[in-house]
């Protein structure tokens, strides 16, 4: 599976942003996605993530309430709407594909398959 995010963009804080993230090459449907961040700095860390069905959803506590994780297998796409936005949200956001199961979903060695990061910057 070949990924690739897009969407990032500079945003002041309270406003929003919508990533996406295109998938090509296998079936995209037969997996789990997750959307990570890195700041600079600071190691990569989970955000969300979603089942290949899109029946389960899984957020970092710092996200949760803000951040919606979605997909529709029918476009090979998987989206991340991302709303109150902070500051401290910015980063390097990565998307990936895999077959985690149980709390691998939160960790990125869960996933086989990479996107490329798309930069969101929130002013204060």
């Known amino acids: 599976v070949q990924l690739q995010a897009s969407g990032g963009g500079l945003v002041q804080a309270g406003g929003s942003l919508r990533l996406s993230c295109a998938a090509s090459?296998?079936?995209?449907?037969?997996?789990?996605m997750g959307w990570f961040r890195q700041a600079p700095g600071k190691e990569r860390e989970f955000v969300a993530a979603?089942?290949?069905?899109?029946?389960?959803?899984y957020y970092a506590d710092s996200v949760k309430g803000r951040f919606t994780i979605s997909r529709d297998n029918a476009k090979n796409t998987g989206y991340l709407q991302m709303n109150s936005l902070k500051p401290e949200d910015t980063a390097v956001y990565y998307c990936?594909?895999?077959?985690?199961?149980?709390?691998?979903?939160?960790?990125?060695?869960?996933?086989?398959?990479w996107g490329q990061g798309t930069q969101v910057t929130v002013s204060s």
């Open positions: 990936a594909a895999g077959s985690p199961t149980g709390t691998n979903y939160y960790r990125s060695a869960g996933y086989y398959y």
């Open positions: 090459g296998r079936t995209f449907s037969l997996y789990g």
């Open positions: 979603i089942t290949w069905s899109g029946g389960s959803t």
